[in-house]
């Protein structure tokens, strides 16, 4: 039996590219058992296996050795991400003040408190260090990307707080070291073309222009919708956001361009513009849509699992769907592979855009009460899908448990997606008559009142979340419960 299932899934190209894609992110997931030194050893011999696997003869062979290669790569591939122990980091610093300088790598972000910067490039007492240095500086001086920084500041390693390994996600991001409360900071503007820095002032413009059609805190709720970001809102209102469990729509989230990616498909197909004008259509807006969010990291991951669900529509296979989720995954871990055990943004946007593809179509038929009209049922039912493929992750990285958010989740997301699509047209058409923008904005501060007010409402519940002792337990419990599910129902259909 076993060498039957051998045997279709090597005469079969997808199921083949399927099984080396899943290696591949297997190695990865086992990189960190691996020592850094055995680099040479991984490379070698991958590189070995794989050509003298593609000269044997014997397809069993061939597949076994081809596929140990991969999985060699990948343990090589993550050893590439450790910095040798004797190259000294911006985390090695003294604990006293030190002069620092840096050039700012990445979006500024604005915050009610001050400015949040990444510094790449850094020198500590003018001797260059490997690694980034996260800054929070005052809100004055004004600092954009690419600008040359030179301060004084207490250097501190990041450290994990409240259960969340802080210092490993801002690892995955480069960054190695934090600097609270600069102090001296001079600023030399860079004055060079930089298209990065073109795309995040025309970030800016945008969300200036919102803040002229949308009255507060409603233009700071859209913006973070579309853009990401809640720096603008009010201590009261994030924590309303976090009690509900609603934090992460307020973030450039693959969930939400999948899910505005799957609505806006549904309704355009069902129009007379047709399937494939329909799926170019779409690939246009999320290219758009990536430039206008300011192309940062984050953006571009929420722009591949938009496009995910483009393709998938466009395929229409299940297993090409399941390779190009892999594809995904594995380009995405080729380039970075700490992200897939410590950025919690990948896993939920990945987990988020596959329960979007897999389960909204199963549990549309348990909506039928819900009218189809302007996509709702679908809007629910991936909603829905993602509520309960992103439980166990959310459980894992911040122990506790939202009783109050698959409520608030299901009555607000559903809404997100025309909430996007209305404030992005109001943008386009503001850029040519701002009165008019402010008029076609009306229905999306309608829905931006209501959104707001159900989290205000659910969030002032005293029990609506719970500190849990074991979580990271119940998620394992509630990840296998759900892999049980998906096995079950996997195996009655194909019998």
């Known amino acids: 039996m076993e060498n039957v299932r051998v045997k279709t899934i090597i005469n079969s190209p997808s199921k083949t590219l399927a099984s080396a894609l899943a290696v591949f992110c297997f190695g990865i997931l086992l990189g960190p058992l691996i020592p850094s030194g055995w680099w040479e050893v991984l490379l070698i011999s991958s590189i070995c296996l794989i050509v003298v696997g593609s000269m044997v003869r014997g397809k069993t062979i061939r597949f076994a050795l081809v596929l140990l290669g991969i999985f060699l790569f990948a343990l090589f591939r993550y050893t590439q991400v450790a910095l040798p122990s004797n190259i000294l980091t911006v985390a090695d610093a003294p604990s006293s003040q030190i002069r620092v300088s840096g050039t700012v790598d990445g979006e500024v972000e604005q915050r009610l408190g001050g400015q949040r910067i990444v510094l790449d490039d850094v020198a500590l007492a003018d001797k260059s260090r490997s690694g980034r240095i996260l800054v929070w500086a005052p809100l004055y001086p004004e600092i954009n990307?690419?600008?040359?920084?030179?301060?004084?500041?207490?250097?501190?390693?990041?450290?994990?707080?409240?259960?969340?390994?802080?210092?490993?996600?801002?690892?995955?991001?480069?960054?190695?070291?934090?600097?609270?409360?600069?102090?001296?900071?001079?600023?030399?503007?860079?004055?060079?073309?930089s298209l990065i820095g073109s795309i995040l002032s025309f970030k800016q413009a945008s969300i200036d222009r919102l803040g002229l059609i949308v009255p507060e805190p409603h233009a700071s709720f859209l913006s973070g919708l579309i853009f990401g970001g809640s720096s603008s809102l009010s201590h009261e209102m994030k924590e309303d956001f976090?009690?509900?469990?609603?934090?992460?729509?307020?973030?450039?989230?693959?969930?939400?361009?999948?899910?505005?990616?799957?609505?806006?498909?549904?309704?355009?197909?069902?129009?007379?513009?047709?399937?494939?004008?329909?799926?170019?259509?779409?690939?246009?807006?999320?290219?758009?849509?990536?430039?206008?969010?300011?192309?940062?990291?984050?953006?571009?991951?929420?722009?591949?699992?938009?496009?995910?669900v483009v393709l998938a529509h466009?395929?229409?296979?299940?297993?090409?769907?399941?390779?190009?989720?892999?594809?995904?995954?594995?380009l995405m871990l080729l380039i970075n592979p700490l992200i897939l055990m410590a950025d919690v943004g990948f896993q939920l946007s990945f987990a988020a855009t596959a329960?979007?593809?897999?389960?909204?179509?199963?549990?549309?038929?348990?909506?039928?009460?819900?009218?189809?009209?302007?996509?709702?049922?679908?809007?629910?039912?991936?909603?829905?899908?993602?509520?309960?493929?992103?439980?166990?992750?959310?459980?894992?990285?911040?122990?506790?448990?939202?009783?109050?958010?698959?409520?608030?989740?299901?009555?607000?997301?559903?809404?997100?997606?025309?909430?996007?699509?209305?404030?992005?047209?109001?943008?386009?058409?503001?850029?040519?008559?701002?009165?008019?923008?402010?008029?076609?904005?009306?229905?999306?501060?309608?829905?931006?009142?209501?959104?707001?007010?159900?989290?205000?409402?659910?969030?002032?519940?005293?029990?609506?979340?719970?500190?849990?002792?074991?979580?990271?337990?119940?998620?394992?419990?509630?990840?296998?419960?759900?892999?049980?599910?998906?096995?079950?129902?996997?195996?009655?259909?194909r019998t």
């Open 145 to 193: 990307y690419g600008d040359e920084l030179v301060f004084n500041c207490k250097v501190e390693a990041p450290e994990p707080f409240e259960g969340f390994a802080y210092d490993r996600f801002l690892e995955s991001q480069g960054i190695l070291a934090l600097c609270y409360r600069p102090e001296y900071i001079d600023v030399r503007s860079s004055e060079s073309f």
């Open 355 to 493: 329960a979007v593809l897999g389960l909204t179509k199963p549990l549309e038929k348990y909506l039928q009460f819900i009218p189809k009209t302007f996509e709702l049922r679908t809007s629910f039912a991936a909603s829905l899908s993602a509520i309960i493929i992103t439980l166990p992750i959310l459980l894992w990285h911040f122990g506790q448990l939202s009783i109050i958010a698959p409520l608030a989740n299901l009555l607000v997301l559903p809404l997100v997606v025309y909430a996007m699509g209305i404030t992005i047209i109001a943008l386009v058409i503001s850029v040519v008559f701002v009165p008019l923008g402010t008029i076609v904005a009306f229905p999306a501060w309608a829905l931006s009142f209501v959104m707001l007010w159900l989290i205000s409402v659910l969030g002032s519940i005293s029990f609506a979340t719970l500190e849990l002792a074991h979580a990271r337990l119940l998620a394992i419990v509630v990840a296998s419960i759900l892999f049980f599910l998906w096995f079950h129902f996997s195996y009655a259909r």
């Open 242 to 308: 976090s009690s509900t469990g609603t934090s992460h729509i307020l973030a450039a989230s693959g969930f939400n361009v999948s899910l505005f990616s799957l609505v806006f498909l549904g309704w355009i197909l069902s129009t007379r513009l047709g399937r494939k004008k329909g799926l170019i259509l779409s690939t246009i807006l999320i290219v758009v849509y990536v430039i206008i969010a300011g192309a940062t990291p984050a953006v571009v991951r929420a722009g591949l699992m938009g496009g995910v």
């Open 314 to 330: 466009g395929v229409n296979r299940k297993s090409s769907l399941l390779n190009v989720m892999l594809a995904t995954a594995a």
